[in-house]
């Protein structure tokens, strides 16, 4: 889609060109064209900007043609935030077991979508006791989150949970636009059967038939 940018006269604060760049990579070129007229006068001091948007952070630099053979801006990506709601994986169901609550030892990795696990961050949630829900700041990883970026959210398996993804695509619109909102069911693990053996004290046998329950 390419990085909008705009070239105007500094004193009489008119557009005189404006683009789109057209390539990927860490320095691409502006490939401007004039608009009112424009003109690029020699000894005139003009001002090139990146506006707001596009995962950018609103850049200008200015310059007096002549002077320079090359302007250079140095762009700054737009940080977008994301808040991640975890709950009990059969919360809604109407099943027992969506009344446990979240095991404590939670671990989540955040990472951006296409990049290596190795790349990402590992989240480590702080639970209340007794939580059958919770709200989690995904940038408390450390993580540094790009606006209008996809992550992949991904609860790590353990002894007490399975492993399960999210994924959240993140606006822009600077620290003041209201967070990206991700859910994330945690499903605990579980063991196919469980075998009790009952035996007497007196060796005596145990009639057939006997009825067990299993509690929580």
Request: aromatic share 6%; glycine share 10%.
């Amino acid at each position: 889609m390419g990085i909008p940018f705009q070239v105007w006269h500094q004193q009489q604060q008119c557009v005189v060109c404006e683009g789109r760049t057209s390539l990927a990579a860490s320095q691409v070129p502006c490939d401007p064209w004039f608009v009112n007229q424009g003109a690029l006068y020699m000894g005139e001091t003009y001002v090139l900007a990146v506006p707001t948007g596009h995962g950018w952070r609103a850049t200008a630099v200015s310059f007096v043609v002549g002077e320079v053979g090359q302007v250079q801006l140095e762009l700054t990506r737009e940080e977008g935030h994301a808040t991640l709601q975890l709950l009990n994986g059969k919360a809604g169901s109407g099943h027992w077991s969506e009344l446990l609550p979240l095991p404590r030892d939670l671990l989540i990795l955040v990472r951006r979508a296409g990049e290596e696990e190795r790349q990402g961050r590992m989240l480590h949630p702080e639970l209340a006791e007794g939580a059958v829900r919770a709200s989690v700041d995904v940038a408390a990883a450390g993580a540094v989150l790009l606006a209008h970026e996809r992550y992949v959210l991904a609860l790590q398996p353990s002894e007490a949970v399975l492993g399960a993804t999210a994924e959240v695509v993140l606006a822009g619109g600077g620290p003041s636009a209201p967070a990206a909102a991700v859910e994330l069911r945690v499903p605990r693990a579980w063991r196919p059967a469980v075998v009790a053996l009952l035996t007497t004290v007196d060796g005596i046998a145990l009639p057939a038939g006997i009825r067990l329950r299993a509690l929580t």
